[in-house]
């Protein structure tokens, strides 16, 4: 549903309900966004009922499906946190509430996968039981085989411990036929598993961090959440992947000024061109139409434009031409419109992105409101027994 069809609607609605003043575009924008942002903080729940021992909230996410599917449109997608040497990664500037916090483990013994710098002048063969040097962890061992004095592959047979994407392994050439150098063994992947951050409350903080049982580790991490970061224990986790709800995006019905054109600026005169005057020429281009003038040419070029028919629907800035009997490239722009109004502007406009059903709870809070602003109780009495009919207001 576009903000157009919402705006309509929101008419068609209010005249339904005998309100016999006007909502405007102004009372559109201005006031429909905290309509919205009141149903998602409904639909939510209240973030102080979500703690332990509590009752679940009546209307919560994500407990209920019906409201997972409708708050499901501010999801975000799996998002990668940087952790600095601190343990601090900065909150999305669109959080408005935490789904999930993962962080990838790396297995000890997972599998190791990598690519190969073959070096130079190694002695040819193939060499079992290599213990690898370098990285972050310990214990991998390999298969190497050299050929042609380079080493052309190498076969993890024991995977160790620690070990992590980016690490560069090699082999002690006494190893590997007692020549050569340059070897190298980069770590593509290592097998990993997935860990839940739990979050933890500040209060409940000290308890965590000075507990044996509930001391953060990799295995077991935790985070607190304040006001512009996250803060991960153990602090050295480097990445952890973030998935949450966004604030609410709120809806802009865009508009454009139409009307008949008043004055002109920018002539350009063009070449070519008959002199002399032309009545009643009939102007094109631009967002209106039926406008017509006289246009005078001297010199080959056009010299002035007399509107005596401004028309309908044009825009200030349009740029308009006409067609005169010989020559090319003459045109004018509007410079000022009478009987001005507004039109829907899709470019400048901002649609919603709910479900058709959450827009009629939407707008009947909305109508709602407006009722009391407008003191209109007709509209407020409307709104309201219909929200209590078919929404959740």
Known sequence: MTVDQVFQRVLTL??????????????????????????YQKLYGNQNEYRYGDPVPRIAYPSTIKVSSSLSKFSSAPQVLTIDSNGH?????????????????????????????????????????????????????ATITIAG??????RVTT????????????ALAANIGGTGSGFSYYILSVGTTPTAVRRV?????????FSYYEYPTEM???????????????????????????????????????????????????????NGTYPNVNFTGGAGNSASGTVVV????????????????????????????????WSFKVASITNARQ???????????????????IIYMFLTDMGAFLKDSELEGYATANSKNGGIA
Not at 97 to 109: A, K, P, R
Not at 222 to 237: A, G, M, N, R, S
Not at 255 to 266: E, K, V
Not at 343 to 355: F, G, K, N, Q, R
């Open 14 to 39: 209010s005249a339904k309900s005998g309100f016999t003043g006007t909502i405007s575009s102004v009372n559109f924008n201005q006031n429909f966004p905290f309509a919205e942002r009141r149903y």
């Open 201 to 209: 409350e500040k209060q409940d903080l000290a308890d965590n961090l």
């Open 343 to 361: 039109v829907y502007d899709s470019a400048t406009s901002v649609d919603p992105i709910w479900l058709d059903i959450d827009i009629d709870n």
């Open 220 to 274: 077991f991490p935790i985070y607190v959440e304040y006001e512009d970061y996250f803060q991960f224990y153990p602090t050295t986790l480097t990445s952890a992947t973030l998935t949450y709800l966004m604030n609410p995006t709120t809806c802009y019905w865009g508009y454009t000024l139409n009307g008949t054109i008043s004055t002109t600026n920018t002539l350009v005169g063009g070449s070519g061109y008959t």
């Open 89 to 141: 990664a900065p909150k999305p500037d669109d959080l408005f509430f935490v789904d999930s916090l993962s962080h990838i483990m790396y297995e000890n013994g997972g599998a190791i996968n990598g690519s190969i710098t073959a070096g130079t002048a190694y002695t040819n063969g193939v060499y079992t039981g290599i213990p690898l040097t370098g990285g972050s962890g310990a214990g991998a061992i």
């Open 298 to 329: 001297s010199g080959g070029t056009v010299t002035s434009v007399t509107i005596t028919n401004g028309g309908f629907q044009y825009k200030v800035g349009d740029t308009l031409t006409g067609t005169l009997p010989v020559g090319t490239g």
């Open 159 to 170: 995977n160790g411990t620690g070990y992590k994407p980016g690490d560069a392994l090699s």
């Open 149 to 154: 004095n380079l080493v052309t592959q190498v």
